[in-house]
């Protein structure tokens, strides 16, 4: 059983374009997160939600929007993509500080 | 706001030699998290650190935290080719959030 997982594994668009990144755990954790990690390999955090409640939301721009129907899930729209939005885009929950569980990432690539 | 500063960015070792990373925090940390991520796959948990001072092994890795609860250390005795991938270190402030280090990337030559 998939613990963290994200769909679509692999996204390729245009530029402009609008797309969603959805995420379901199944762990029973309450707080769930958003990370872009660049091709250097950093891992920067977007957003954190802890039982659909917004707490963290980092320095994005306002395209990006998280979205919590139940603390199962956290999906991410982004509107309007550019060439800087290439990346990959892990989802991960924990309770709490514990240790966070990835899924396997989203690759996107914009043309 | 709260830094983790991690190196070396890079390491290339022979197979067989040891390596190490090291991480350092602005602030003091209630706990430490460390992660492994393989080429083209997801950072994976390895190993949190919560007491000050506190040393944990698995196998040929070591880890520690240091007695501010600031620094924390990886080593690995011995590397062999499964070792390679980015390990990162996350620091986890009082009541405030993870904040991952930049990750040190390691390739083992056999």
């Known amino acids: 059983d998939t613990a963290v997982s994200q769909t679509p594994k692999y996204l390729v668009t245009q530029m402009g374009n609008d797309k969603s990144i959805k995420c379901e755990q199944n762990?029973?954790?309450?707080?769930m997160y958003w990370y872009k990690q660049d091709s250097k390999k950093f891992l920067k955090i977007m957003f954190s939600?802890?039982?659909?409640?917004?707490?963290i939301n980092e320095t994005v721009p306002n395209r990006f929007s998280p979205k919590s129907p139940d603390k199962a899930h956290l999906n991410l729209h982004i509107n309007s993509l550019e060439l800087g939005d290439s990346a990959v885009y892990f989802c991960?929950?924990?309770?709490?500080?514990?240790?966070?569980?990835f899924g396997d990432g989203t690759r996107l690539s914009i043309l | 706001g709260q830094q983790v500063m991690q190196i070396p960015q890079y390491q290339h070792v022979q197979e067989g030699e040891d390596f190490t990373t090291y991480c350092n925090s602005s602030?003091?940390?209630?706990?430490i998290q460390w992660y492994k991520q393989r080429p083209g796959g997801h950072p994976v948990f390895l190993i949190q650190?919560?007491?000050?001072?506190e040393v944990k092994k698995q196998k040929r890795l070591t880890f520690q935290f240091g007695e501010a609860k600031k620094n924390s250390s990886l080593h690995i005795t011995a590397t062999q080719t499964t070792d390679v991938g980015t390990y990162f270190c996350?620091?986890?402030?009082?009541?405030?959030?993870?904040?991952f280090g930049a990750g040190t990337i390691l390739r083992v030559k056999s």
């Open positions: 991960a929950s924990s309770n709490s500080n514990q240790p966070q569980h």
């Open positions: 762990l029973g954790h309450d707080t």
């Open positions: 939600y802890n039982n659909k409640e917004l707490i």
């Open positions: 602030t003091t940390l209630s706990n």
């Open positions: 650190l919560v007491k000050s001072g």
């Open positions: 996350a620091g986890f402030e009082y009541g405030n959030k993870l904040v």
